[in-house]
């Protein structure tokens, strides 16, 4: 199994950047897709960009052209370019890993964008 810890949250103003970092440990030879969702306060949690252990990237419509995913498997770290940041993308975000066939959680990290 793995362990998911991320990294880089924190509040910034509307329009800007933020980039995130989710660090995999553990039995991290048997990695697949990695990815990220948020949830906002108040609604489900829902997917935002993904990247396969070969670098094919999927987004969700609403952060497409704002956001990129990207990954470094030799140290085994996905992240999350994020710009041209909206209120709306206040929210908890969690770092995700289909791990062998299994669905690996991070505990989140909180993204706040103030208007």
């Known amino acids: 199994q793995v362990q998911l810890v991320e990294f880089g949250g924190g509040l910034v103003q509307f329009g800007g950047s933020l980039r995130l970092s989710c660090a995999a440990s553990?039995?991290?030879?048997?990695?697949?897709?990695m990815g990220w969702y948020r949830q906002a306060p108040g609604k489900q949690r829902e997917f935002v960009a993904a990247?396969?252990?070969?670098?094919?990237?999927d987004y969700a419509d609403s952060v497409k052209g704002r956001i990129a995913i990207s990954r470094d498997n030799a140290k085994n770290t996905v992240f999350l370019q994020m710009n041209s940041l909206k209120p709306e993308d206040t929210a908890v975000y969690y770092c995700?890993?289909?791990?062998?066939?299994?669905?690996?959680w991070g505990k989140g990290t909180l993204v706040t964008v103030s208007s």
């Open positions: 553990g039995s991290v030879f048997s990695l697949n897709a």
């Open positions: 995700h890993a289909d791990w062998n066939g299994m669905d690996y």
């Open positions: 990247i396969s252990r070969g670098g094919s990237t």
